[in-house]
């Protein structure tokens, strides 16, 4: 079993940066599909951004050009990095990784605000 804690959230103005971090407890490499997810009050959780094994990424069309996606195996870690933040990011941001289950990470705020 694999837990993930997502660190990084905060408060930041609009036009402001984040980079949030997903630690997982041991190696990501047999996770054959990481991502980011983000809820806001009233909304459907969404996929954010997402990773293969082989480094393909996909992003959500509200993000794109924006966030990056990336993570660091020998770290065990998965980063999304927020650029350009808007008021509409903020939500709850959870990381999952996926390997014969899917694992969620508790979630960390982000609130974009001047």
């Known amino acids: 079993q694999v837990q993930l804690v997502e660190s990084g959230g905060g408060l930041v103005q609009p036009g402001g940066s984040l980079r949030l971090s997903c630690a997982a407890s041991?190696?990501?490499?047999?996770?054959?599909?990481m991502g980011w997810y983000r809820q806001a009050p009233g909304k459907q959780r969404e996929l954010v951004a997402s990773?293969?094994?082989?480094?393909?990424?996909n992003y959500a069309d509200s993000v794109k050009g924006r966030f990056t996606i990336s993570r660091d195996n020998a770290k065990n870690t998965l980063y999304l990095q927020m650029n350009s933040l808007k008021p509409e990011d903020t939500a709850v941001y959870y990381c999952?990784?996926?390997?014969?289950?899917?694992?969620w990470g508790q979630g960390t705020q982000v609130t974009v605000s001047s």
């Open positions: 990773i293969t094994s082989s480094s393909s990424t």
């Open positions: 999952k990784g996926t390997w014969r289950s899917d694992y």
């Open positions: 041991r190696s990501i490499f047999n996770f054959y599909v």
